[in-house]
């Protein structure tokens, strides 16, 4: 009887996003309270865009890889996104 949980998954599924929940909300009010310097969210904003992109690679270029069974193409198409996605804020001032 290994396979028994001391909590369920929809409960503990609860507690991760009230957790995260919180997170949010204790972010926002530090965020209107304290006067956060420009750089601190620059640096913030880049770790969490290299986490994202860290994901993405992690998670979908696996599969690319495996349906189009060629890496050169599916690395260049990629980037490409990336580059085009990049200019486009930049270009719309987002």
């Known amino acids: 009887m290994g396979n ?3 909590v ?3 409960v503990e599924a ?5 957790l995260g929940g ?3 909300v204790l ?3 530090v965020a209107w309270f304290v006067r956060v310097p420009r750089a ?3 640096v ?3 770790v969490t865009a290299g986490a ?3 994901m993405v690679a992690d998670t979908m270029i696996p599969e690319a890889f495996e349906r189009t069974r060629t890496r050169t193409w599916t690395g260049l198409i990629t980037t490409s996104g990336f580059l085009v996605a990049f200019a486009a804020i930049e270009r719309l001032g987002a």
């Open 22 to 24: 919180a997170a949010l």
């Open 14 to 18: 609860g507690l991760w996003g009230l």
């Open 44 to 46: 913030i904003t880049a």
């Open 40 to 42: 601190v969210i620059a």
């Open 8 to 10: 369920p998954r929809a």
């Open 4 to 6: 028994e949980r001391a």
């Open 52 to 54: 994202i992109l860290t």
């Open 27 to 29: 972010g926002a009010l």
